[in-house]
């Protein structure tokens, strides 16, 4: 089951600089992985070692945050699309 999933400027470096590419997966979880077979050292940017997504990325899958859903739990089916955004902090 292909999934599109956009990625974000800051990890386009891993993905020879493709904003979307397509990725196999019934979960966020099992998308990360096959995200890392394909674009290797991407995973360590967007989960930790236990599989949980980090504090600063946020994942949607059709514009909804998975932290709402179930976590890298959350099932995919054909045709979604997956947006991982980092979050970006600042202040005057």
């Given at each position: 089951?292909?999934?599109?999933?956009?990625?974000?400027?800051?990890?386009?470096?891993?993905?020879?600089?493709?904003a979307e590419v397509s990725i196999d997966g019934g979960t966020v979880g099992e998308l990360i992985d096959n995200l890392e077979a394909q674009?290797?050292?991407?995973?360590?940017?967007?989960?930790?070692?236990?599989?949980?997504?980090?504090?600063?990325?946020?994942?949607?899958?059709?514009?909804?945050?998975?932290?709402?859903?179930?976590?890298?739990?959350?099932?995919?089916?054909?045709?979604?699309?997956?947006?991982?955004?980092?979050?970006?902090?600042?202040?005057?």
């Amino acid at each position: 089951m292909a999934v599109t999933v956009r990625i974000p400027t800051p990890l386009r470096k891993f993905t020879n600089d493709q904003a979307e590419v397509s990725i196999d997966g019934g979960t966020v979880g099992e998308l990360i992985d096959n995200l890392e077979a394909q674009h290797g050292g991407i995973k360590e940017k967007i989960a930790e070692d236990s599989g949980a997504i980090r504090r600063f990325v946020n994942i949607y899958v059709n514009e909804e945050d998975i932290r709402f859903l179930d976590g890298p739990g959350t099932a995919l089916k054909d045709g979604d699309q997956v947006t991982i955004v980092p979050a970006i902090a600042g202040g005057c």
